[in-house]
């Protein structure tokens, strides 16, 4: 089993709907990250969440970190087709310093 | 713009054959990465380097090796190539007081 278990594994929207994906665990994290990864790219960082229970946004992107530090969404408001992509969350494994990314969520938001 | 090069975008090679993955970083990184992406795995951690000529298995070493021998480039290396190797290929660096991971495009290998 993964660390970080994502779901959905894939949404297919319609642009202005909203979406949640999410990022669950059961290990308990310092910190959690999200990265958007477009196509023929490499992933990009988004935001990092650090508190429990912490909401940070970006524009229509809204992060939540659970109270338990075990898990996160993502919720996207009014879905536009650049936000199409790959969402991946990831966490610091105490041992190494090392990320650990779960499997993603590929979001496609049609025009 | 900081950035992370991987030479080689698209690669074919054949089942037996060595091959060679390039990274360069122009950011005076301490720590490199090579991660492989496949569907539904996300990102497993092949080898990392947190300095010149040092490096630390991943969570999936197995049929590859590494080299860095400046700091700015970490190569990664399949010595006898596999079909069970055909993935995307992404190789990342990060500054040793940051957490954040910048990542180059990838390389994408296919293996016949």
């Known amino acids: 089993t993964q660390l970080l278990e994502q779901s959905p594994q894939f949404l297919s929207i319609q642009e202005g709907e909203n979406l949640t994906v999410y990022c669950n665990s059961s290990?308990?994290?310092?910190?959690l990250q999200w990265y958007r990864q477009e196509p023929g790219e490499g992933p990009v960082l988004l935001v990092t969440?650090?508190?429990?229970?912490e909401v940070k946004k970006l524009k229509r992107l809204t992060f939540q970190f659970g109270d338990a530090r075990k898990d996160s969404s993502l919720h996207i408001t009014a879905a536009q087709p650049g936000d199409t992509g790959l969402y991946l969350c990831?966490?610091?494994?105490?041992?190494?310093?090392?990320?650990?990314f779960g499997g993603g969520t590929r979001v496609l938001v049609k025009p | 713009d900081v950035k992370v090069t991987q030479s080689s975008r698209y690669l074919v090679k054949r089942t037996g054959e060595k091959v060679f993955l390039e990274c360069v970083q122009d950011?005076?990184?301490?720590?490199m990465f090579w991660y492989r992406q496949d569907p539904g795995l996300g990102l497993r951690l092949i080898y990392f380097?947190?300095?010149?000529?040092?490096?630390e298995k991943g969570d999936i070493p197995e049929g590859y090796s590494v080299s860095r021998e400046k700091k700015e480039r970490f190569s990664l290396i399949l010595e006898s190539a596999s079909t069970n190797q055909t993935s995307m290929y992404l190789c990342?660096?990060?500054?040793?007081?940051?957490?954040?991971?910048?990542f180059g495009a990838g390389s994408r290998l296919t293996v016949l």
């Open positions: 990831a966490v610091i494994k105490a041992a190494g310093n090392k990320l650990t």
């Open positions: 290990s308990v994290f310092s910190s």
């Open positions: 950011m005076d990184h301490e720590n």
């Open positions: 380097s947190y300095d010149v000529k040092m490096k």
């Open positions: 990342a660096s990060r500054y040793s007081g940051a957490n954040v991971l910048t």
């Open positions: 969440v650090v508190t429990g229970g």
